[in-house]
């Protein structure tokens, strides 16, 4: 730190103060050199046996590099080889053994009023930006975005990435996570931090996390033993009591530990602050979740776009939502794209949160997108021309026809008949009862008590 940095730290924020940073930034140099001495050492194990000569005379350079930058550089080379073994190894080697290492070198700190954000991929997700956005009015803390860019850059420097989170991790007053991550699985968290799993969807109808580990294509109970990804949370808030049992086993956490407590889904309080837009006609919302595992994860196309028109066109307009996290999306006819048919998946201005504001009627599937559309009491229907398919292979947590607040359609002609009868045939009282039963802390004040707990 220069002579002018120090003096205008000492005016900013005092002697004290300016003497922990300077003593934070000496050790995250110290913390650098010695997680680059840890990479040659993996370098040159992995080069004893890499069956590739290009591969371990590559690994070979890297644990010689005079310098730690050049053995970063190397590493991001190695990445686009696609060396079988390769991940899995680098992954194990930071997460057992790197990111604990640099986290204890941070913990020795005091604690301070930050809230870091941690984000897997690119951008704040839909779940965390309400609480984002109030903890940012409140200015009481230092809130912090740390986005790790997975699947966007090599394996190497996603996890470069996640040792500056950890790093500031080990600092944090609070972490706010949105889904399961295996980064923080062998950290011993510090008793002054907060973890806090916001969750990414209200409610869940389709089996994930442990509850899949013995089905084909999904994770195994050893691969969860061996890299944890629901362990360490302080607090995961869910929207109703009835959902705790789910949450508990598919993260594989103990009612005992008091650890998942219904308090309300934080991005729900944004509901009760919107007021829908006027529309010139009726809005038709379309959001599945998505079908397949992985980066073969694919969305529904079968729903009849032309018929639709055909029979609903002049009284309402239909709106799609995939899953964010399919590649390719089901291709909307040109002479229905922007005059009937608007898909909003991406980029187009208009989050979940705001296209359930303004639907009228909601179609959907397996999605957990359905519980926060139960908030507002309106007709949903469940497009499941699949269902005994999507329960063998993926299983379901209640019996589907039992509890959902809507017909379970088969066919367009079934939802289109449903549509244009939904005046006689929509069952408010239904909705309203699974809205009662999954969904009764959400009423506008989640996240008042996820900061209240923050701040226990």
Not at 40 to 55: G, H, N, Y
Request: charged share 30%; hydrophobic share 35%.
């Amino acid at each position: 730190m220069g002579v002018q940095a120090i003096l205008n730290n000492v005016k900013t924020v005092g002697i004290k103060e300016t003497y922990n940073i300077s003593k934070k930034r000496k050790q995250e140099r110290l913390t650098e050199h010695k997680t680059a001495v840890q990479l040659r050492k993996f370098l040159a194990d992995l080069a004893e046996k890499t069956t590739s000569e290009e591969a371990a005379g590559l690994m070979r350079e890297g644990a010689e590099a005079a310098e730690d930058s050049e053995v970063r550089k190397i590493l991001c080379r190695l990445d686009k080889m696609k060396l079988k073994g390769y991940e899995r190894a680098i992954k194990s080697k930071y997460i057992k053994e790197i990111l604990p290492a640099v986290y204890n070198d941070f913990t020795k700190f005091h604690i301070e009023d930050t809230a870091i954000f941690m984000q897997p991929r690119c951008g704040l997700n839909q779940s965390c930006q309400y609480i984002y956005r109030k903890l940012e009015e409140q200015g009481k803390y230092k809130v912090v975005l740390r986005e790790l860019h997975r699947g966007e850059v090599g394996v190497s420097e996603y996890l470069a990435n996640a040792e500056k989170f950890v790093r500031e991790m080990g600092t944090a007053k609070a972490v706010f996570v949105h889904e399961s991550n295996n980064l923080m699985g062998y950290l011993k968290i510090r008793k002054e931090t907060k973890v806090i799993q916001l969750w990414h969807g209200c409610g869940v109808f389709k089996k994930i996390g442990l509850s899949t580990s013995d089905k084909k294509y999904f994770k195994s109970q050893e691969a969860y033993e061996e890299f944890p990804e629901y362990n360490n949370y302080s607090l995961v808030t869910i929207a109703s009591p009835e959902l705790s049992w789910v949450f508990e086993e598919f993260m594989g956490i103990g009612k005992e530990e008091g650890i998942i407590k219904p308090m309300g889904v934080s991005r729900t309080d944004e509901f009760f602050e919107v007021i829908p837009a006027a529309r010139n006609k009726k809005v038709i919302l379309y959001a599945p979740t998505y079908r397949g595992v992985k980066s073969k994860r694919v969305s529904p196309d079968k729903l009849d776009i032309g018929k639709f028109y055909e029979a609903l066109g002049d009284e309402y307009i239909l709106i799609f939502k995939h899953h964010q996290t399919v590649e390719q999306l089901p291709k909307i006819p040109k002479q229905y794209e922007g005059t009937f048919a608007y898909d909003m998946t991406r980029g187009k201005g208009m989050s979940i949160n705001d296209l359930l504001t303004v639907a009228d009627i909601c179609i959907s599937d397996y999605s957990s997108v359905v519980f926060e559309y139960a908030l507002f009491e309106r007709p949903m229907l469940f497009y499941v021309y699949d269902l005994e398919e999507y329960i063998d292979e993926r299983g379901l947590y209640y019996e589907f026809d039992e509890i959902t607040p809507g017909p379970l359609c088969r066919t367009n002609e079934e939802m289109i008949d449903y549509i244009k009868n939904v005046d006689e045939r929509f069952d408010r009282q239904e909705v309203a009862d699974f809205k009662n039963k999954f969904m009764c802390c959400c009423d506008g004040h989640a996240t008042e008590r996820i900061l209240e707990f923050m701040e226990q």
